[in-house]
């Protein structure tokens, strides 16, 4: 994957974190419900009763605003330089890593440090490190 570092836009960025922010803690507050999308997901898996919508409700936003988005605005040319192989073998990393993990990026990164839990914080930095070792050992050791 390819970043277009000529469109990059600092102000968006910050802007789009501090709706992340305000959502997680909306979400939290009003709900008493982290806003990490593997335990939502998660959630869908073995419904409770009354437990659906909302869980529903929150994943077709996630899918729904890139979505409208496109309607007002043009999206960066996203470039994947990596086979289908290799992303299906990437996902289900991520979801043996996020089972292990008890919880996602989301809810540890996200969620998590901003309650200054303890656990999110170690999850956090094995989440990244496993990341960063990751990208030096595919690029620069396999060369992919």
Not at 74 to 93: E, K, M
Not at 104 to 126: F, I, N, Q, W
């Amino acid at each position: 994957m390819s970043v277009a570092w000529n469109v990059f836009t600092p102000g968006a960025a910050l802007a789009g974190g501090v709706l992340i922010g305000v959502a997680v803690a909306m979400f939290l507050l009003l709900n008493g419900r982290i806003a990490g999308i593997s335990g939502i997901v998660g959630g869908l898996l073995k419904p409770a009763r009354g437990d659906v919508g909302w869980r529903v409700a929150f994943i077709a936003g996630l899918l729904l605003a890139p979505a409208i988005y496109t309607l007002v605005a043009l999206l960066p040319q996203l470039q994947i330089d990596a086979s289908y192989g290799v992303l299906v073998l990437a996902g289900l990393l991520v979801g043996v890593g996020t089972r292990c993990g008890g919880g996602c990026t989301s809810g540890h990164g996200v969620c998590g440090l901003s309650r200054l839990s303890p656990r999110s914080l170690v999850a956090t930095l094995v989440f990244m490190g496993a990341g960063f070792a990751t990208v030096f050992v595919a690029r620069h050791l396999f060369g992919l």
